[in-house]
């Protein structure tokens, strides 16, 4: 994000280096620790697994999109899906989100299940005789 020097809400200089920013809050967090927010987060990389080798992956709808490893497609966002047939039971990141979403789904619907079923029923039941 850029911050104009005139429409800053403050400043810090840092090693002979000054930053602005939009808000206080920013500013006293930056104070607080610069190499928070000024070193690079390296990635580890994961170690591969004995006997797994780069797969590559491609777009069912556009075969033309091919990259080593999983991800999205940047022309549809669709999955991308493995050239070759993989045999084993291989964890599979799409349906542990789907039903991670699902779940979390279902335990927010219940509550307002149960509160449009109560409204079916009258609050004062009255018995004719």
Known sequence: MEVTPSQAAG???YRGQTYYFC???CLARFQ?????????KLAVPAAPAKGVK??????PMHPEVVQMGPGTC????MALEPKEIQAGD????????????LWVSV???LPLLAISMA?????????WV
Request: negative net charge; hydrophobic residues 35%; charged residues 25%.
């Open 11 to 13: 400043s810090f200089e």
């Open 23 to 25: 808000a206080k809050s």
């Open 32 to 40: 607080a620790d610069p190499l928070k927010y000024l070193a690079p």
């Open 54 to 59: 780069d797969v590559e992956y491609t777009c």
């Open 74 to 77: 940047p022309i549809c966002g």
């Open 90 to 101: 291989t964890e599979n990141p799409e349906l542990a989100d789907m039903q991670r979403r």
């Open 107 to 109: 335990a927010l619907s």
């Open 119 to 127: 409204q079916l029923f009258p609050s004062d039941v009255r018995i």
